[in-house]
């Protein structure tokens, strides 16, 4: 690949840069479209055999044919006037709720960018698929209503109450608030009832799954007024005792407000409201990627300091993940824009391409390696380093500075 | 010259840090790769995704800018290759093909935008807040280039940003931009003509991008 040599082919180059600035929030995107395409069922590619439409002509047919002599009719539901589609993405607007309205009086109101999907209506209740962001639910309570809200790899089974129901795939997040009644969250694993009052809060990490729970608050819950709002439980074996409390304090919403704010790309907030809550903390809660991101926020924020200890936790905790290389192209890009330790930095673009020799940073790493050598006037290795990048990418971002080191 | 010397890292991993669900390992070739998707392989899935994953982002990136909906785009752009993948009649083509993909998958999300009037004049004005320089710092000029460029993207038609960002933004030569367009190279030149025209037009009420637009540059390589 070359981009022309012109001044916009210069401004592409530029703005490919700063695109790799946000490596940490890319990453874990991607992160997140592999666990949803390889849950996605199905996808051998191969095309449908014509027997197989009719089979599920005749297959649809009988169920219309079941549901009319059963006398029981799906639940309609309308979003903003109109019809809701059957697995159809719903998402609501960047600045608005969106209220999905059953014809039982239930509604689910999506919360500001958050999406869903509506599977299965039926006569007592539906599946809702939360795709990401919150959703709050006020069922309606026949005595035989049955709803069900998929987030991940939770289910909430819901026969009458008022709940609200987080989750972030891309930090593999979920978070559970009722306010009425009570629900079963299962998945993983985890079959558990949650009552009026109490909130759970559950993350995927390498070693398993971190699971709290928050008890009913004295001030919205008179039968156990003697315990503390902020008394937190946390399963003990996928933490240390900081990170579990500190994450505990995240149902607060500390932990959503930098993550949010990182989702959107405004690092320099995410960095604030993590700062806000306590970086240290914040780092202790945090999965790889979001280790990531926090490296990240700091970074761009001018924090050289947390920047590298929220990289080196990850590096540290999670000795087996693959973000380790991003973690340390980043720790590269501190030391040397930041720190002016072009050693340093030399070093952990080294780390980072053999780390991931094919990665996507691999051939930024080795361009900045070259730059690192140069300026910490190791000359021979900046050769040898501009030799390596001109025999693996010729026509890479750095090739005229590896020439112009080799003239 | 001292030799650097990294700050520790820790100790081994205990063995509970290790991950519970290891995919099949497919280590096959392109062409094998492509036949195991199209029998439906789990293991192929896992690799094709691993394989393709960082060209397929970059392309979806580099035509949308961050976009907080990457995720769902990226996804979206696999489950529509795997779901098509018995239309590749060269399976060694398959990273071509799959750019031609992630290609109208961005396309497809720049059309369902502009076609929402409102969303629209959201996505607009959000994008020029997501990529919102971060303040003084080695960054700052890059970061208010690139919020400048993908709000003068945006006032491009979808066909003319998709050109763009891949010449300019990804660097891929006009013969990869045009297959991955599914045009002709001649098509796709006169494309990018318009795309440069219109760019540098509206670039011009943007002083972040002075130095770039200004002097009338022509795309070559051709």
Known sequence: MARPLTPLGELGAIVSQALDDDGGARLAAIDAARERFEATPGGSGQPVRRYVWLGAALAAAAAVLLWFLSGERALSCEVEGEACEVNAPLRARPDQALALRFSDGSTFALSAASSARLLAPGATGAEIVLDQGRISAQVVHTGKASWRVLAGPFTVRVTGTAFDATWQPATQSFALSVSAGSVVVSGLGVDRLVRAGEQVAADMTPQGLAWQTRQPAAATVSAAPSVPAAELEATPSTRSGGGASSKAAGLDGADAAWRALAKQGDLRGAFAAAQARGFDAACDAASPSELLLLGDAARVSGHAHSATDALLALRRRYPHDARRAAAAFSLGKVAFDQLHDYGQAAEWFAKSQSEQPSGRLAREAAGRRIEALRNAGHVAAAGQAARDYLERYPDGPHAELARAQLK | ?222
């Open chain 2, 1 to 222: 010259m001292p030799v650097p010397v990294l700050r520790p890292e820790s100790a081994p991993p205990p063995p509970s840090a290790r991950r519970v669900v290891v995919p099949l390992p497919f280590t096959g070739d392109t062409v094998a790769l492509v036949h195991a998707l199209r029998e439906g392989h789990r293991g192929a899935k896992a690799a094709f995704f691993e394989r393709y994953s960082s060209r397929v982002e970059r392309i979806i990136t580099h035509v949308l800018g961050f976009d907080s909906e990457l995720a769902d785009v990226v996804q979206e752009a696999f489950v529509g290759a795997l779901n098509s993948i018995h239309t590749l009649q060269e399976p060694s083509s398959l990273e071509a093909w799959l750019s031609r993909v992630a290609a109208l998958t961005a396309r497809k999300v720049l059309r369902s935008r502009s076609r929402r009037g409102w969303l629209r004049r959201f996505v607009d004005s959000h994008e020029e807040e997501r990529h919102e320089p971060v303040g003084p710092g080695p960054d700052f000029e890059g970061r208010q280039a690139l919020r400048a460029v993908y709000s003068v993207l945006a006032r491009l038609s979808a066909d003319e940003r998709i050109a763009f960002a891949l010449r300019f933004i990804d660097g891929m030569e006009l013969t990869e931009v045009a297959a991955a367009c599914g045009v002709s190279l001649a098509t796709i030149k006169r494309r990018l003509g318009r795309a440069e025209q219109r760019f540098v037009a509206h670039a011009k009420n943007f002083p972040e991008l002075e130095r770039w637009v200004n002097g009338g540059s022509r795309w070559q390589g051709r």
